[in-house]
């Protein structure tokens, strides 16, 4: 158990729907990272927060968007969704801004968008 | 974007050592991850390497040759249980921090 937790853990929707992925990070982590991972692109990169703000843009949508609350928590918007959206969506969190820092990865959400 | 070429699959028998290399071509290049991650399960960090060199850790080793552009992770005395993906990372700097993976590498090990 990384202490990393997300919800939930499914999700099945429909084509043109919208979704909210959480991620609560490990207790003293500041950094979020969202990732997702499908069978054809493998893992790759979102987005990262650090301590409320955004650090760092990966490949992500202009249909995807996230936050990070006060309390750390965060939360992945996707909306319009299409069938390529299905995937593994991966939250990881480190101490710091810096993804030099180890980071652990949560158990993820399974998307299914049909 | 980042280059990041591994093997996709590797097979290997109980109690042996496997290898995996992983080439990157990047600018900006600021150290290099292995992650383990069984199926359907989240990756679990195995290394980090940042300078040039071997790092040691139990029954895994990971070596790293930024000249070349080349990284292997070392598992030794396989288990059963080592049966995952392995993948390679790169982190780059450029504005800011970013990590890219690598498409893994399946390692099966049997009995």
């Known amino acids: 158990d990384s202490g990393v937790t997300q919800t939930p853990k499914h999700l099945i929707t429909a084509t043109g729907q919208r979704v909210t992925l959480r991620c609560s990070p490990r207790s003293g982590d500041l950094s979020v990272y969202w990732y997702q991972q499908s069978l054809d692109q493998g893992l790759q990169f979102l987005i990262q927060?650090?301590?409320?703000?955004?650090?760092a843009k990966g490949n992500i949508l202009e249909r995807f968007s996230a936050q990070q609350f006060p309390d750390l928590h965060s939360e992945l918007n996707l909306s319009s969704l299409e069938l390529g959206d299905s995937a593994l969506y991966f939250c990881?969190?480190?101490?710091?801004?810096?993804?030099?820092?180890?980071?652990?990865f949560g158990p993820g959400t399974r998307l299914t968008v049909t | 974007g980042q280059n990041i070429d591994q093997p996709t699959e590797m097979t290997a028998t109980e109690g042996a050592i496997v290898q995996i290399n992983c080439t990157y071509q990047?600018?900006?290049?600021?150290?290099l991850f292995w992650y383990q991650q069984h199926a359907g399960e989240a990756p679990t960090f195995l290394s980090y390497n940042v300078l040039d060199g071997l790092e040691e850790k139990g029954r895994f080793s990971s070596f790293l040759s930024r000249s070349k552009g080349y990284s292997y992770l070392l598992l030794k005395e396989l288990q059963m249980k080592d049966s995952a993906s392995y993948l390679c990372?790169?982190?780059?700097?450029?504005?800011?921090?970013?990590?890219?993976f690598g498409a893994g590498t399946t390692v099966t090990v049997r009995a």
């Open positions: 927060y650090y301590n409320g703000e955004e650090r």
């Open positions: 990047t600018s900006g290049f600021n150290g």
């Open positions: 990881a969190s480190s101490v710091g801004p810096e993804s030099s820092y180890e980071q652990y």
């Open positions: 990372a790169v982190r780059v700097r450029g504005n800011d921090y970013k990590l890219s």
